[in-house]
């Protein structure tokens, strides 16, 4: 089983002596941030370029693509157990009854005349639009 994390790739480059061009410089950013993760155990997997949706004034959003890197490393034994918890097994409980009965009637609430609401005529100026 493997852990993963996924950090924002650089976007700007890393100043080196002997680096000259700006795509020099942005392999050597890239390359730090790959060498100090897998210092600390974490394996390089890819880069993934992702949508990212961003609010822009009140009510506006623009979408963005990040790239991260994505990394992994292997869980030992016991992280794993820290991680997914021992299988328990279900309580069997008492099953609910369900009743079948098919509710009486033909399903039309049956209206009684007497108690229709009673609609008054109004002013056409207090009427809404």
Not at 68 to 88: C, G, M, S
Request: charged share 25%; proline share 9%.
């Amino acid at each position: 089983m493997y852990e993963y994390k996924v950090v924002p790739a650089p976007v700007k480059g890393v100043k080196a002596k002997g680096l000259k061009t700006p795509e020099a410089r942005f392999a050597q950013g890239v390359e730090q941030a790959i060498n100090d993760l897998a210092a600390e155990g974490w394996e390089y997997q890819r880069s993934d370029v992702l949508p990212s949706q961003e609010r822009v004034g009140l009510t506006g959003s623009e979408t963005h693509w990040r790239t991260l890197l994505v990394f992994r490393r292997a869980l030992t034994t016991a992280d794993v157990d820290q991680v997914v918890p021992a299988r328990v097994e279900p309580v069997l409980t008492k099953t609910p009854t369900v009743s079948s009965a098919v509710p009486e009637g033909n399903g039309i609430a049956d209206a009684d005349p007497a108690q229709d609401p009673v609609f008054e005529e109004g002013n056409e100026e207090t009427r809404p639009a």
